[in-house]
């Protein structure tokens, strides 16, 4: 019976992976052609108004730096409107507002929005900041962005189009090198912008826009009813309610915005959190409305596996858990267990390594110390599992709605967090608990010669170890002060 159902899970994994390999396969194919970036020269004059939006809530490690890099962008000053939409409880405001007089004196229309309240989270501030903004473009970066000054000029040219609603950039990473969580980091989210979004993009399918370092023409969000608080991803949300109203979004990889990654490891988790359960929340709120629409075959598909990609970590999990109940309960023997179970495994795993040594090609970062990142990112892959599935199950079936922000540390030679976290123990010592039954199982496997199982068992062990003990650690540390 075990052995069914871990064939049966092994067999979604790999149409997933398949559907992965598509993705490199449909970025290299011959009827794929590249869609010309229109030139500076071609922004529209006269200039038109936009609104940076800058949503805050207690940065003060960083918050300096944005609004020194959003006030070097090089647009007229009569045509840019500046809203800090500040929800902060710390001294940030108070940075806030001694850079918001001083840049004023300059000439810039800059000026700090307080609500009073967190009603709605972000969601609720930049609906908020939308009402009060006098721009025909809204641009948005979150505080650990740095915006370069050509921004406006580069992203606005797409606009020409009356029917483009967005301009999504590229993210790029200011603190890549710090970790081995960082790098691991960089990679995951090079696969999404170096790899999905291309793709989405080129071949006119759903994508969406990331929450940060890009920007809107106000009317499509006006159009697609404004912003709404009701799921954790309300970038995503957004994103598929204006493409259902016909609005087109646009993806520009040459224009890339540095950002600061999470750090330490319980900033990641909950970074991982919000985007695992927000991102159920909105496939629940629009499947239905994506397959009853008058879309391609092809569109249904790829908004299917856009929108329930954080569905495979479940999957993950239960193929975890038979691993290590067939170790222990398998009438067969232990050894035959093992080497099927790693062999399956290997065999999955090969789409994944196969996806990530593309991105690194793609990301022209192939130094010899990138490629030892392949194993070890699969590894921190597999260590969130039990995370990543809770996340799913509460965006299934949760109630409890809270926007917790990931906060950043703005010194990347730091791991010491500037705010803390709060995060419970139970699910790190349960990572903590398989590592080491995956450990005695890896110590085993080596005493029977079971060779084909040792990646496997390794990457289990090293996996739930890291996540679950750098996360104890992590917290430990944390409330030491």
Not at 48 to 62: A, D, F, H, R
Not at 97 to 105: A, F, G, L, P
Not at 297 to 326: C, D, R, T, W, Y
Request: net charge positive; glycine share 6%.
């Amino acid at each position: 019976m075990i052995s069914f159902w871990f064939l049966i899970l092994a067999l979604v994994l790999f149409i997933y992976g398949i559907y992965r390999m598509s993705l490199i396969l449909r970025l290299w194919m011959g009827s794929y052609r590249d869609k010309e970036a229109p030139t500076a020269d071609a922004l529209f004059y006269p200039y038109p108004e936009v609104t940076i939006q800058l949503p805050i809530y207690n940065e003060k490690s960083v918050v300096e730096r944005l609004l020194h890099a959003v006030c070097r962008i090089d647009y007229p000053k009569n045509k840019l409107e500046i809203q800090i939409i500040d929800d902060s409880t710390d001294e940030t405001t108070a940075i806030i507002s001694k850079w918001v007089c001083e840049y004023q004196k300059k000439g810039f229309d800059i000026y700090q929005l307080r609500r009073g309240t967190r009603e709605g989270f972000k969601a609720g501030g930049l609906q908020y900041g939308l009402e009060r903004s006098k721009g025909e473009f809204i641009a948005i970066f979150d505080a650990d962005f740095l915006p370069p000054p050509s921004f406006l000029k580069e992203t606005l040219p797409y606009f020409r189009s009356q029917d483009v609603g967005m301009v999504q950039a590229r993210w790029g990473y200011l603190n890549r090198q710090a970790s081995l969580l960082t790098r691991c980091q960089a990679l995951f989210l090079d696969g999404h912008f170096l790899l999905e979004q291309p793709v989405r993009y080129k071949y006119n399918l759903f994508f969406n826009f990331n929450g940060t370092a890009g920007i809107w023409r106000k009317k499509c969000i006006i159009d697609a009813g404004g912003w709404e608080g009701d799921t954790l991803t309300e970038d995503l949300d957004l994103s598929y309610r204006a493409q259902f109203k016909g609005w087109k979004f646009v993806y520009t990889p040459q224009m890339v915005v540095p950002s600061e990654l999470p750090s330490p490891i319980v900033a990641f988790r909950t970074q991982q959190h919000r985007w695992a359960k927000g991102a159920i929340q909105t496939a629940k709120k629009h499947l239905f409305a994506l397959f009853k629409g008058s879309y391609s075959l092809g569109s249904k598909i790829e908004g299917l596996f856009h929108l329930l990609a954080h569905s495979i970590h479940p999957i993950v999990a239960l193929l975890v858990i038979l691993n290590a109940v067939s170790f222990f309960c398998s009438p067969l023997p232990q050894s035959f267990t093992l080497e099927v179970s790693g062999m399956l495994f290997s065999m999955i795993s090969l789409f994944y390594l196969s996806y990530f040594a593309v991105v690194i090609f793609l990301s022209k970062n192939l130094e010899a110390g990138t490629l030892l990142i392949l194993p070890f990112s699969m590894a921190v892959a597999l260590g969130m599992t039990f995370a990543n599935t809770k996340s799913v199950i509460d965006g299934l079936f949760g109630k409890n709605n809270v926007f917790v922000r990931t906060p950043k540390n703005g010194s990347f030679n730091s791991d010491k967090p500037i705010y803390k976290v709060e995060h419970e123990m139970t699910l790190p010592l349960l990572e903590t608990l398989f590592a080491a039954i995956f450990g005695i199982a890896l110590y085993q496997a080596i005493q029977k010669h079971c060779w084909f199982s040792l990646p496997t068992l390794f990457l289990h062990t090293l996996g739930f170890g890291y996540v679950g003990l750098a996360t104890l650690y992590s917290i430990i540390k944390m409330k030491r002060g």
